[in-house]
């Protein structure tokens, strides 16, 4: 994670969602990875949440939504869908081409 | 007295000398597509008052005869100029590689670039053109008139040549990554219209330092340029980067500030004032933070026996503030005039660098083609 996130509250999101994924013992998380990146180029409306492989840009996230993603996505399968909408599409579609390349 | 008159009057004839503009530095026009429309794009305010500086907590200026102060109009057209000239001014310096792009990927990328820097530059010559009068008119067609070929760009970053794809995807990860600093910073100012432009124009700005991260990223991890030559890169432009956020103690800064037109980088985010002597210095170290995050994660994939990347002192290579003109190499230390000229050509990249990343893009596999690699096991 960056500066720019960071300072948005990024690191508590993430100990959240770590926390919740690791802890929660339930078998719908038993494939979930939280994994930290550098930068999707979204700074203006981080800190920026991605579902993968179901290509989910979740924008502006605060420790609080964690576990909204958490219960709500992760574990029924439903968008949280107030979180998302926020990044323009072409900046998406990269980020998703390249998670998809392995390049990421 | 004779007075020679812009030949700008409305909107539309300065549309007309952005399109010879256009034709006058060579871009090909057919490659930005016929479905793009170049238009001016306004999001929304987060809040309708000024917030922060002197007149916090009165309304935004919508238009320029509610501003107070004929400096504060002045201080306006001084930022959208400067911001409109290094839009038109990316563009001129990066033209040239369109017929060498190493995939239809980054082709397009650039294409994406060019053309969202040329609405940004579009987006200041509306402010200037609708807002600003003659004053404005006249600076509108300036931003038409300087080019980066000439050096005649209104900084220093701008006039810098961009020779081949590693001094782009350099280029939009550094520099165009303190264009996001500027925008945020003008994305809560007291004049309305400025501040609506900002929005679109970062989230825009988004798509291009991401071009250049993982162009960046893609080169480091094909591991055919040997780090020596990325660090040289590195060397030439965040240096110049550093500049950008303008002299250690700003007076310019301090007035932007005062009177609510330029905050500080995520002006909201703060609890106390700023230290108004130091306010360019703060963008600046928290800039540099950023990249150092950048360069750090770049060299997770540098190979073993490559040399890691490293940040170029703050004080190497400076035109403006305190270091400027001064002999700090690149690791910081002071070195007489013979030792720093010596410095200077080992560290910054030579012809000989320059010619080898452009002989290289005429091969395969010196970048790794996103669109031939596999996606990764779920």
């Known amino acids: 994670m960056n500066v720019d996130c960071r300072t948005k509250g990024a690191t508590p999101l993430m100990e959240r969602l770590q926390a919740r994924v690791q802890a929660n013992g339930d078998p719908r998380l038993a494939n979930v990875e939280v994994r930290p990146y550098m930068c999707f180029g979204g700074c203006h409306d981080g800190p920026n949440v991605i579902v993968y492989p179901d290509k989910i840009w979740y924008a502006g996230v605060q420790k609080d939504d964690a576990d909204k993603i958490v219960d709500e996505h992760l574990k029924k399968g439903e968008p949280v869908k107030p979180l998302t909408g926020k990044i323009d599409k072409g900046l998406e579609e990269m980020i998703f081409q390249l998670l998809d390349s392995g390049i990421f | ?378």
Request: net charge negative.
């Open chain 2, 1 to 378: 007295m004779l007075v020679k008159k812009s030949r700008i009057q409305t909107f539309d004839d300065w549309v007309d000398v952005f399109h010879q503009w256009r034709d006058d530095i060579g871009y090909p026009t057919e490659l930005i597509g016929e479905d793009y429309h170049f238009e001016t794009k306004l999001g929304e305010l987060e809040t309708e008052e000024i917030e922060f500086g002197h007149f916090a907590g009165q309304r935004k200026w919508e238009k320029v005869s509610e501003i107070p102060d004929q400096r504060i109009k002045d201080s306006l057209i001084h930022l959208i100029d400067y911001q409109g000239d290094t839009e038109f001014a990316s563009v001129e310096q990066q033209t040239n590689l369109l017929e060498r792009a190493p995939t239809r990927y980054d082709l397009e990328s650039m294409i994406r670039v060019n053309r969202e820097e040329m609405r940004h530059g579009w987006q200041m010559g509306y402010l200037l053109v609708t807002y600003f009068g003659d004053a404005g008119k006249t600076r509108s067609e300036r931003l038409l008139q300087r080019r980066a070929s000439e050096n005649t760009r209104l900084l220093g970053s701008f006039n810098e040549p961009v020779y081949n794809w590693l001094d782009f995807f350099t280029y939009t990860d550094f520099i165009d990554r303190d264009g996001k600093y500027q925008l945020n910073m003008l994305s809560r100012s007291a004049f309305a219209p400025l501040a609506r432009s900002m929005r679109p124009m970062l989230q825009e700005e988004a798509f291009h330092l991401l071009t250049g991260n993982t162009g960046l990223m893609r080169i480091v991890k094909a591991g055919r340029i040997p780090s020596t030559v990325i660090q040289k890169y590195f060397n030439k432009w965040i240096s110049t980067a550093y500049d950008l956020f303008g002299q250690d103690e700003s007076s310019t800064a301090y007035w932007s500030y005062l009177w609510g037109v330029k905050g500080r980088y995520d002006e909201h985010l703060f609890d106390a004032p700023p230290d108004m002597n130091q306010l360019n210095d703060v963008s600046r170290n928290q800039y540099y933070k950023e990249v150092s995050a950048i360069v750090d994660s770049l060299n997770r994939n540098i190979k073993p026996d490559q040399p890691k990347l490293k940040m170029p002192d703050i004080k190497f290579h400076r035109s403006i503030g305190m270091y400027a003109g001064k002999n700090y190499s690149v690791t910081g230390e002071l070195l007489s005039n013979d030792d720093y000229e010596k410095h200077l050509k080992e560290v910054m990249p030579s012809e000989a660098d320059v010619q080898f990343v452009i002989n290289l893009e005429k091969e395969k596999g010196w970048i790794i083609d996103p669109q031939q690699t596999s996606a990764p096991a779920r």
